[in-house]
């Protein structure tokens, strides 16, 4: 659905970690990786096999719903206990316990404290909505707020080329498009309660972006041939 009705946008972010400094996060964290209960071996014990540079795709997408409809509600409003009456545009409702006629309106009377008394108005809207949302999943499918800013700085001009170059260190998403799609589509249509009725709605997918990050992953062996895996976010500078 997504490849054949949603044109996908790829970019590919420039490693702000160079070399040495991948190099200096390893060697300062490598033996933390082989903590065993309140020991860390020495330095001298973790051997670094290698260190390579892969690209993670994280999904970004936009969107629009614009909705049409009527939907029943309910307004509260608060009146002293000296109210006998309520008017409301040319008719006159008594206050009292039960339920009045008003035009489309029904008036339910509950019985309040000495100071006031509380009127349920049941009724019904006409709604129109337009909104507007985004939402971001990281390589896994995990629905997250984004953590990278796409400033031009960062941005690889030739991303499909940078990513040829290391093809066999490239991730691709592992959710699809289309439920992708179907997450955003929930979070856009969340303003829609039950109860609608003569519903005319628009859906929009604005931009669908395959985000690709550099991540360094140092393969380390520990004592007893042990082998952990440090994983380094070459755009925060972090291990993951």
């Not at 946008?9 to 964290?29: A, C, S, W």
């Not at 008719?91 to 039960?98: C, H, I, K, N, Q």
């Not at 093809?167 to 929930?186: G, Q």
């Amino acid at each position: 659905m997504a490849d054949s009705e949603h044109k996908i946008k790829t970019v590919v972010l420039r490693p702000i970690l160079d070399d040495d400094g991948v190099d200096q996060i390893v060697e300062n964290g490598k033996t933390s990786l082989f903590r065993n209960m309140l020991r860390k071996p020495k330095k001298s014990e973790v051997h670094v096999h290698s260190i390579t540079l892969s690209y993670e795709a994280f999904l970004i997408l936009s969107g629009s719903y614009n909705a049409n409809f009527y939907r029943k509600t309910v307004h509260q409003i608060h009146v002293d206990p000296t109210v006998k009456e309520i008017i409301i545009g040319d008719d006159t409702f008594p206050v009292e316990s039960g339920k009045g006629v008003l035009g489309k309106f029904n008036a339910k009377i509950k019985k309040g404290t000495r100071r006031k008394n509380q009127i349920n108005l049941e009724l019904e809207e006409h709604v129109y909505l337009d909104n507007e949302e985004e939402i971001a999943f990281d390589h896994h499918g995990k629905e997250i707020k984004m953590p990278y800013k796409m400033s031009s700085k960062l941005i690889e001009s030739y991303p499909r080329r940078t990513l040829e170059k290391t093809k066999n260190n490239v991730k691709k998403p592992e959710i699809t498009y289309d439920a992708a799609i179907t997450k955003l589509t929930s979070k856009l249509k969340k303003s829609v309660s039950i109860g609608k009725r003569n519903l005319e709605e628009k859906i929009t997918i604005n931009e669908i972006i395959e985000l690709y990050v550099p991540i360094y992953e140092a393969r380390l062996i520990g004592p007893k041939k042990s082998i952990r895996l440090m994983r380094i976010d070459a755009i925060r500078k972090k291990v993951l």
